[in-house]
């Protein structure tokens, strides 16, 4: 089976643990954050910019209205975010030419539907999300139950739209990946080596 | 973790055989059939029906209107459709209790809930579905591609209405399972083999 691999995961739900348990077990390269700084060094960007670009979905432009037309308008940051993900395809692209290899999140999974790769989809109950957030939460971050409610699901909604936006696809939807997993009452560890059993 | 496992599977998607061969690696019971012939035998309805009313939901009962009352009105097939139902969920539980089991089907991850299943759903593309249901078909089921199409579409309707009429949850949701396998591109015995390690 392809050892291209993809995890797309909710907020909180340890897919990026399970990809990093992984790529380790299989002795394949794990890229997430490498990328962001890579599409920096190549678009002379800032990583914390680059970072907050792809978080977002890019805002559509939108048309004005003078006499009785309409004008589209140029909208320069919309290209931006256009353009950060047109970089992000090529380096990701780029990096699966090379070897086998584990990528989480960035739309890698259609990114790469052509090279096949075994695609994850990680989630977990609320509750259990949020448990692991806390325990993985900075010391200065002290937020109430709601509030971090609240950033989880505004984080998944963002992933969610920005996924839809440049793949047309619903993000999460099960027919888009081989393997969904739950991670609610899951030893990750066992998990992460059942697939790379799977996948050797 | 837990060896009661139950599976979940779209019609076509080789849930069936995942399971059969999971119960094998793992050496424990595998409960299908037998459950409709368990209840045959305790009910002394005949198979086939209680086959046939299994598959479907129950028929709701109707109010009727007489003069400026409404009165509900017995509905003996409801009625028994949920009386099978109870039959189903006391069988499931007693060979639950008795060993490690794996149950395809029958809202067994709902009725054994508090006995910590591991929930299984099994799923494919359409086309995978109507292939496996090619191969699989007995030789004198003729049906055309748009026939079979119909056939499966239905078929998992009338289990998806089954489901949330005696669960009140969405069948298929992956919140409700610990694993979503896509048998699409997936070797089913691997696949087993993966899972049984993974319950070991």
Redesign the interface.
């Known amino acids: ?1 392809s050892r291209i691999i993809t995890i797309g995961r909710e907020f909180g739900s340890g897919g990026r643990e399970l990809g990093r348990r992984l790529s380790e077990i299989l002795e394949i390269p794990y890229y997430d954050q490498e990328i962001i700084a890579e599409i920096s060094k190549s678009t002379s960007l800032p990583e914390q910019y680059v970072q907050r670009v792809m978080e977002h979905r890019p805002i559509a432009s939108f048309p004005i209205h003078i006499g009785r037309s309409f004008y589209p308008v140029e909208n320069p940051i919309m290209q931006q975010g256009i353009e950060i993900y047109q970089e992000q395809s090529r380096i990701i692209r780029e990096m699966a030419e090379k070897s086998d290899c584990l990528f989480v999140g960035r739309c890698a999974d259609y990114i790469l539907k052509d090279m ?1 790769p075994f695609r994850i989809f990680v ?1 977990a ?1 609320m509750n259990s999300k949020k448990k692991r957030c806390r325990d993985n939460a900075r010391a200065d971050e002290k937020l109430t139950d709601k509030e971090l409610e609240k950033k989880i699901i505004g984080i998944d909604k963002n992933r969610s739209k920005y996924y839809e936006f440049y793949t047309d696809h619903i993000w ?1 939807d ?2 888009n ?6 991670t ?4 990750i560890k ?2 992460a ?3 790379a ?2 996948l050797s």
Chains 1, 2 share one sequence.
């Open positions: 089976m096949n989630y109950s999460g099960r027919l990946y081989d393997l969904c997993v739950n609610t009452k899951m030893d066992e998990m080596q059942a697939v059993n799977l």
